[in-house]
Nanobody, 126 residues
Framework: QVQLVESGGGLALPGGSLRLSCAAS????????MGWYRQAPGKQRESVAV???????NYAESAKGRFTLSRDNAKNTVYLQMNSLKPEDTAVYYC????????????????????WGQGTQVTVSS
């Protein structure tokens, strides 16, 4: 099992900043993709910023130049620094982690996993 704990959402003024954190724990063997998605009311969930296995970082066009994705591999934690926030950034932000984990039981094997965080609300408003 892999659990994700998110923190850092809240209310920000337009032009302000927020930093989101997501810590993964459990029987993790390796992490491939790690990043953040968001879903605004009435809209589909969309990718915001994601580390892709192999070293690539993908940012949504709306996030480029304003958001920075970083990670602490020792802590299995990913951070999203959001600057110059706009009202259209208002959404529930979800952490997503994909990789391989050890299964439970007598004979442990490796299995792929995809985990989502519970979501954290980000509201940008004056």
């Amino acid at each position: 099992q892999v659990q994700l704990v998110e923190s850092g959402g809240g209310l920000a003024l337009p032009g302000g900043s927020l930093r989101l954190s997501c810590a993964a724990s459990g029987t993790i063997f390796s992490i491939d993709d790690m990043g953040w998605y968001r879903q605004a009311p009435g809209k589909q969930r969309e990718s915001v910023a994601v580390f892709i296995s192999g070293g690539t970082t993908n940012y949504a066009e709306s996030a480029k130049g304003r958001f920075t994705l970083s990670r602490d591999n020792a802590k299995n934690t990913v951070y999203l620094q959001m600057n110059s926030l706009k009202p259209e950034d208002t959404a529930v932000y979800y952490c997503n982690v994909q990789g391989k984990m050890w299964t439970s039981g007598y004979r442990k094997t490796l299995a792929d996993f995809i985990s989502w965080g519970q979501g954290t609300q980000v509201t940008v408003s004056s």
